[in-house]
């Protein structure tokens, strides 16, 4: 049931995988599509009969095998979300939030809003920096900083219209040159294992406390980075890396536009490569634990021209 009082906001709903070529349709007409089965994406509840019943049609047509290399399951397998909202409140996926630098610790807050939002950082009850604006600098007294041996968490809270919305994030800096890879300053190696998205016996679905509990076995194991086989990471498990301290590698592509298997992603690359990458980085920007991308999985391309283009072109794209 669409209640009246929706009738002046906008309504989305945010599918965190479906595997693949997802179609959806809102009461028999077609709102949307998505082709890749390891990306987020949304579609706009258009056409909504207020006040009477909906009905909201997934299709996932993974019928052409084989597409992959590895258990992908089928259907929708990641968690599915609804939004309400009002134009003048904050968008979808408005709060972005940098580390500027860490001694002192400042944090700039840009926030998507068509109003003047208030911008607060929060350890534990206690507001701790506040400013207003949709592009705040805070700078964040004794700060605890984000690393594999300190997970410090805070909490960013933005208000803007009736909308409040509520980001973790870490404060932490990454720099690299010959002499390593450097977190906060401190030479840092990563000890790290490969995981693939399905939980084994469990199935391909992702639950949040199966997600964890990798995790926490691996960091338990003496590793301090994953990196997400061969597909962007679910929202669970970047929640548990951000949790424990485990640095992620987050892989976009199995291939690029040469196939592994014969129906598999590489037949949607040159059309969808650049809407999935701009996807997952801005999913991904506010977690701590994300300290590089793959862009892509024993590709052979770049042995020729058109595959360093598009390599270049990977990992130049702008959010």
Known sequence: MAPEHWRDKTV??????VYKNCTVSLNGNPIGAHKYGYTTFTVVLDGLRYGNENTLTVVADNSKLPNSRWYTGSGIYRPVW???GKSDGIAYRGVKITTLSVDPAVVRVETKTTSSPTVEVVEGDTVIASGTGTVCELTIPGAN???EK????YTCR?????????EKFGIRQITWSKDGLFINGIETKLRGGCVHHDNGVVGAATYDESEWRRVRIMKEAGFNAIRSSHNPASRAMLEACDYYGVYMMDETFDMWYNRKTQFDYGNDFAECWREDVAEMV???YNHPCVILYSIGNEVAEPFEKKGIETGKALYLIHI
């Open 150 to 153: 300190t997970p410090y968490l």
């Open 145 to 147: 900083l984000w690393s």
């Open 12 to 17: 989305l709903v945010e599918f965190e995988g």
């Open 82 to 84: 609804l939004y309400v």
């Open 158 to 166: 933005v208000k803007a219209g009736e909308d409040t919305v509520e």
């Open 282 to 284: 801005e999913r991904d």
